[in-house]
């Protein structure tokens, strides 16, 4: 999987959005927004309904234009020349539409027409078997299910080689199994080296696939979080004495913060410590039960991030 670090090179930037402003008749639905995205990321784009999510997309995708900022996509400005700055570039926004007496099959082939594109056989066949689409092909979509229409939109988001997807709520109406693979396939592309912008409510899935994290509320970015860096030194412990164990860091002044469950979260200066540390610890005889490195809890962190926002929001009213 490709490596974002803090100092990564600005070439591999695919997204940037750089102070993004939306207002609809005076009312500022996305304001002054700024973030990127690199290359082989999967980007969690986080937030409440009306938060901003749905029109940064559309700006993102040339359908809306920002009332100020600017917004550019493998180094173009999508407002300037959208056709090379959205060339590889695949999305599913809002609720994708079909022709409903038409196949699945049928309308991927009438979007690649208007579209002009010029696919073969075996990538349409390719696409509907990477999606789970493979036997109802042939079905007209009007009796897809709401998961099955999804997973359409996914296949025609995918015919062209992306480079770049831009996935608005894709998960919708999916049910487990289809939820496992459609995040498996993620993965896979991500691996190869696809970027993924994706906005999602089910934030167990958008966990395990996100690599890093914007939260946006009120149309402003509340929030990014790089998941490999800023939680790499941080590590959980749990021993059979938890006051014991609490006393034995105080003594050593090493900063650790009780959890719930009689645990301790502690920030490492290295992450090699964290080896050192457990043999101090069973040098001192405290009976591990459990040490790994730890990971917030990505609900935590969204509430936390959100309850923020709601109280800066009240603050300005009164």
């Given at each position: 999987m490709?490596?974002?670090?803090?100092?990564?090179?600005k070439?591999?930037?695919?997204?940037?959005?750089?102070?993004?402003?939306?207002?609809?008749?005076?009312?500022?639905?996305?304001d002054?927004?700024?973030f990127?995205v690199?290359?082989?990321?999967?980007?969690?784009?986080?937030?409440?309904?009306?938060?901003?999510?749905?029109t940064?997309?559309?700006?993102?995708?040339?359908?809306?234009?920002?009332?100020?900022?600017?917004?550019?996509?493998?180094?173009?400005?999508?407002?300037?020349?959208?056709?090379?700055a959205?060339?590889?570039?695949g999305?599913?926004?809002?609720?994708?539409?079909?022709?409903?007496?038409?196949?699945?099959?049928?309308?991927?082939?009438q979007?690649?027409?208007?579209?002009?594109l010029?696919?073969t056989?075996?990538?349409?066949?390719?696409?509907?078997?990477?999606?789970?689409?493979?036997?109802?092909?042939?079905?007209?979509?009007?009796?897809?299910?709401?998961?099955?229409?999804?997973?359409?939109?996914?296949a025609l988001?995918?015919?062209?080689?992306?480079?770049i997807?831009?996935?608005?709520?894709?998960?919708?109406?999916?049910?487990?199994?289809a939820?496992?693979e459609?995040?498996?396939?993620?993965?896979?592309?991500?691996?190869s080296?696809?970027?993924?912008l994706?906005?999602?409510?089910?934030?167990?899935?958008?966990?395990?696939?996100?690599?890093?994290l914007?939260?946006?509320?009120h149309?402003?970015i509340?929030?990014?979080?790089?998941?490999?860096?800023?939680?790499?030194?941080q590590?959980?412990?749990?021993?059979?004495e938890?006051k014991?164990?609490?006393?034995?860091?105080?003594t050593?002044?090493?900063?650790?913060?009780?959890?719930e469950?009689g645990?301790?979260r502690?920030?490492?200066?290295?992450?090699?410590?964290?080896?050192?540390?457990?043999?101090?610890?069973?040098?001192?005889?405290?009976?591990?039960?459990?040490a790994?490195?730890?990971?917030?809890?990505?609900?935590?962190?969204?509430?936390?991030?959100?309850?923020?926002?709601?109280k800066?929001?009240?603050?300005?009213?009164a």
């Open positions: 490709h490596n974002y670090t803090k100092d990564q090179d070439s591999d930037v695919m997204i940037k959005f750089d102070r993004v402003t939306k207002k609809y008749r005076g009312l500022t639905v996305v002054h927004i700024s990127e690199y290359r082989g990321e999967i980007c969690g784009f986080l937030g409440p309904n009306g938060a901003g999510k749905t940064s997309l559309r700006m993102l995708l040339g359908l809306l234009r920002p009332t100020s900022g600017r917004i550019e996509v493998q180094g173009t400005d999508v407002h300037r020349n959208a056709p090379a959205l060339d590889g570039v999305a599913i926004v809002e609720e994708s539409r079909f022709y409903p007496y038409l196949s699945g099959e049928q309308n991927l082939r979007a690649l027409r208007l579209r002009n010029d696919i056989e075996t990538a349409i066949e390719e696409r509907l078997e990477a999606v789970g689409l493979k036997e109802a092909r042939s079905r007209r979509v009007k009796g897809y299910s709401l998961g099955m229409r999804q997973r359409l939109a996914l988001a995918l015919l062209q080689d992306p480079v997807l831009v996935l608005d709520e894709p998960m919708n109406g999916l049910d487990p199994t939820m496992r459609f995040r498996l396939h993620l993965l896979q592309l991500s691996q080296g696809v970027t993924v994706l906005s999602s409510h089910i934030l167990s899935e958008v966990e395990q696939l996100a690599t890093r914007v939260f946006i509320n149309g402003h509340v929030g990014i979080e790089d998941l490999r860096t800023d939680q790499a030194a590590a959980y412990i749990r021993c059979a938890p014991r164990l609490g006393a034995w860091f105080d050593r002044n090493i900063e650790a913060e009780a959890t469950d645990g301790y502690l920030h490492l200066e290295r992450t090699e410590d964290m080896a050192s540390l457990i043999r101090r610890l069973v040098h001192d005889g405290m009976d591990i039960l459990e790994r490195p730890y990971k917030e809890n990505l609900e935590r962190q969204y509430m936390d991030r959100m309850a923020i926002t709601e800066e929001t009240q603050n300005v009213e």
